[in-house]
């Protein structure tokens, strides 16, 4: 008799005994009953122990290049290796592996993919080589975390030519609100997006403020696959306690420094925030700017023209992207972590992991972000394009020590509860776990 058929058969002996009334068999039946009971407590624990959903889980990054890189790769990397703990097999699909000498976990194996790299033959292939990888590797269930087409081609082919399961996750609002305003780029990744949506078994949120966005795009989108689970960061690398960053120190040069880290376009709100801290710098000039990550060409020029034009060259710097291995250091040494974004966000890592290292934050009121600033307790929330409010906020922090520390450690605390892989990494686990365990 299999395990599946002994528990319920001890279970119902159980109930029939627990009905017998009779005084002269009551304590017979009682002392039975109590063996039975801990008996099926045993066996019970034994199936939960030894019954383990095998999973071998497929996912993808656009560059492999370990802690090294300096975009959300190296993000992406650290919380494979984590999630890599609780699986039985990860197979991280790439067609630009830049470190072939990054230590992996035993049962971690990179799949390195050709690359075409033609101009307009490149991206079709792309998307043709994504879309066969799950099909020719020994894999379970595809996770994905980006709107790369490739990616999301790769889920729509397993689902529709193999029945392969997946999970989705949506880290951003940008690509989404109503398809009529779509342009160009975002109307090709639409295209992909829609398709992978309806494919897809689970769409993982970071938060519910989220959902709205979402369901605009795509209402006819099952919000039964919705699962919220929020973005994370590792608070152990990220913390108040390290090296300092002697290339901010020495920019800083006893001034206070708020600092913002991402991509640096219009969409990001980067405009807005210079313009917030030239009315911030005109009533305190003891404090810098510092803007870290890469951008458009045209548009970081006209911001450097900007810069220039208004006086303070001296006071804020374009420091382009930093590998994310020396970010801990950078973020220690600022004061203040800016965010000023317009639209498309979710939680933003870099948000995060300012906060992990014990800064406050200033941050717009998009998406997930006030789920991670809390107005007044962690930072403070403002809305898009308030320049004013942004100013007010930011002088604030600068200008006040004692506050400035008081919502640093909140925030610190607060990241460590909510926004910790050692949380947020087995939620995923489980998420794969069960969503293949209903296809068997």
């Not at 009551?26 to 383990?52: D, E, P, Q, R, T």
């Amino acid at each position: 008799m299999a395990m599946d058929d002994v528990l319920p058969t001890i279970k119902t002996l159980m109930e029939t005994l627990s009905t017998v009334t009779r005084p002269s068999n009551y304590w017979i039946v009682a002392g039975f009953s109590s063996l039975l009971g801990g008996v099926f407590s045993y066996l019970n624990k034994m199936v939960l122990m030894f019954w383990v959903v095998m999973v071998y889980v497929m996912t993808f990054i656009g560059r492999l290049e370990g802690v090294d890189a300096p975009s959300l790769h190296a993000q992406y990397f650290e919380e494979y290796v984590l999630l890599s703990r609780y699986v039985d097999g990860l197979k991280v699909v790439s067609d630009n592996v830049v470190a072939r000498d990054v230590v992996l976990p035993a049962n971690m194996e990179v799949v390195e993919l050709p690359a075409l790299r033609v101009p307009k033959v490149y991206g079709a292939t792309k998307i043709v080589f994504y879309s066969l990888a799950p099909l020719l590797h020994d894999t379970d269930i595809l996770y994905v975390r980006t709107f790369s087409p490739p990616e999301l081609s790769a889920i729509w082919a397993a689902k529709r030519l193999s029945g392969m399961p997946s999970v989705l996750v949506l880290p951003g609002t940008w690509l989404f609100g109503r398809p009529s305003k779509a342009r160009g780029k975002e109307r090709f990744y639409r295209f992909f997006l829609r398709r992978a949506l309806d494919a897809c078994d689970r769409v993982v949120l970071y938060s519910r403020l989220m959902l709205p966005e979402i369901m605009l795009y795509h209402p006819k989108m099952d919000a039964s696959k919705v699962v919220y689970i929020h973005n994370a960061i590792n608070v152990r690398r990220f913390s108040p306690d390290g090296e300092v960053s002697e290339r901010l120190t020495s920019l800083k040069n006893g001034r206070k420094c708020v600092l913002y880290v991402g991509r640096v376009n219009e969409k990001k709100g980067v405009g807005d925030l210079i313009q917030a801290f030239k009315t911030v710098s005109a009533g305190q000039r003891d404090c810098i700017l510092a803007i870290v990550g890469m951008g458009e060409k045209q548009y970081v020029g006209r911001l450097v023209e900007d810069v220039q034009s208004s006086g303070l060259s001296d006071r804020v710097f374009f420091l382009g992207p930093i590998p994310n291995r020396e970010m801990p250091a950078l973020l220690r040494a600022a004061d203040v972590i800016a965010y000023a974004t317009r639209e498309g966000e979710g939680i933003p890592r870099a948000l995060l992991e300012g906060m992990a290292c014990g800064k406050p934050a200033v941050a717009t009121q998009v998406a997930g972000i006030p789920e991670a600033v809390i107005d007044g307790v962690t930072g403070f929330v403002v809305r898009p394009r308030d320049t004013a409010a942004l100013a007010d906020c930011l002088s604030r922090l600068i200008s006040d020590d004692s506050l400035r520390q008081e919502m640093g450690l909140k925030a610190r605390r607060h990241v460590e509860a909510e926004f910790n892989y050692d949380t947020v990494i087995p939620k995923i686990a489980a998420l794969l776990k069960e969503v293949v365990s209903e296809g068997r």
